[in-house]
């Protein structure tokens, strides 16, 4: 469990995650990073979920974000599809958080593309408390980092599955 925070405000989008690693209720490790920048074509991405499937999955973006020239519409659509019709890859049961200058989405294993409405989104075990005081920070004279930064604080300081241990990525 996790959670996930991406923000779009004044021009810039961040996505922030916690570090907190569990197996049940053991936390594992207290310091993963389970946010990334695809520097190369300005997204950043949070993923909710297990660890190796993160990796298998930003690698999956990463190639869709190349094979159609940074469009990030079209490699979440096809990343979407993909997940959805592998063997191995339906398996994989997450949430992924997305973003570039001009668009967000939710990608899920079972084939949705979700844009949701505003400028907050919140996914994994605290998704919703960060969702909320996302909406509530947003508001204010914060800037994006800010926003993300004490979203995830919030959800750490109710969802057990989340840890005030924040990684941020922004573009």
Sequence with gaps: MTTIVLVRKNN???VAGDGQVSMGNTVVKSTASKVRKI?????VAGFAGSTADALTLFERL??????????????????AKDWRTD?????????????????????SGTGDVLEPEGDVIGIGSGGNYA????KVLIT????????????????????????????????
């Design 12 to 14: 810039d989008v961040v």
């Design 39 to 43: 520097e190369k074509r300005g997204v």
């Design 62 to 79: 990463e190639a869709k974000l190349e094979k159609h020239a940074g469009n990030l519409s079209r490699a979440a659509v096809e990343l």
């Design 87 to 107: 063997k191995y890859l339906r398996r994989l049961e997450a949430l992924m958080a997305i973003g570039d200058k001009e668009n967000s989405y939710i990608i």
């Design 131 to 134: 969702l909320a005081a996302g």
């Design 140 to 171: 204010t004279d914060m800037n994006a980092v800010e926003v993300a930064k004490k979203s995830i604080e919030v959800a750490s300081e109710i969802c057990v599955f989340t840890n005030n241990n924040i990684k941020i990525e922004k573009i």
